[in-house]
């Protein structure tokens, strides 16, 4: 079975600065998408970046971008010049391109940025 | 306006009485889905939907069912609610795309359910 593990249930960031959320996953299947949700206090779930494990590009969504490592199952999001408004949890996902359609979740890491 | 709306958005209620939360989605998604978070846990899926009365488990089905008779519906039913699903729940729908082409789940704002 597919899992998806963000060991960092908190991280702090300065105003302006990069902060790298971590997540791995295990699997054992070769295509398969990847997903990174944003949570803020309002509680809506907001897509921010998706990546298809078939590509070799890392994503970019303006400021936020992923390190895709297929070969170590690995897929951090990097926000750029943090703003107050990335302050949320985020959740790491995965989804299977075959087959089922169920999406896996990993526990999430609360964001917060310091002014 | 595209949305995936659920209701109620919070619901305090007791063990063993039956409760619906109904989700609608008004974007022809052909993929419905719900989820529960809890803390520390994440979101985790209960029930899915891939068309009209085609429905399969998600990791943590037991206690819930649901039905898919009409495309844009997919209720979630606690035919006998207990403590331990007190909880946030979401529903999400989708489009199912073509080959690759991977359509992004729209949630719904959350129904905070609290079973006493």
């Known amino acids: 079975a597919q899992t998806v593990t963000q060991s960092q249930p908190e991280m702090s960031v300065q105003e302006a600065e990069t902060v790298t959320l971590s997540c791995t996953y295990d699997?054992?299947?070769?295509?398969?998408?990847l997903f990174w949700y944003k949570q803020p206090p309002s509680r809506q779930m907001i897509l921010v970046i998706r990546q298809e494990a078939y590509k070799q590009q890392n994503a970019t969504e303006n400021r936020f971008s992923v390190n895709f490592q297929k070969a170590a199952k690995s897929f951090s999001l990097k926000i750029s010049d943090s703003q107050l408004g990335d302050a949320a949890m985020y959740f790491c996902a995965y989804r299977s391109a075959v087959g089922t359609y169920k999406y896996i979740f990993g526990t999430g890491t609360r964001l917060k940025v310091l002014a | 306006e595209a949305q995936v709306t659920q209701n109620p958005r919070y619901l305090i209620t007791v063990t063993g009485k039956k409760l619906t939360v109904t989700c609608s989605q008004n974007m022809n998604h052909e993929y419905m889905s719900w989820y529960r978070q809890d803390p520390g846990l994440g979101l985790r899926q209960i029930y899915y939907s891939m068309n009209v009365e085609v429905t399969d488990k998600g990791d943590v089905p037991e206690g819930y069912k649901v039905s898919r008779k009409e495309k844009r519906n997919f209720p979630l039913i606690l035919e006998s609610p207990s403590p331990n699903q007190t909880s946030l729940y979401f529903c999400a729908s989708s489009s199912l795309g073509r080959g690759r082409n991977n359509q992004p789940q729209h949630f719904g704002d959350g129904t905070r359910l609290s079973i006493l």
């Open positions: 699997t054992s299947e070769s295509d398969y998408y």
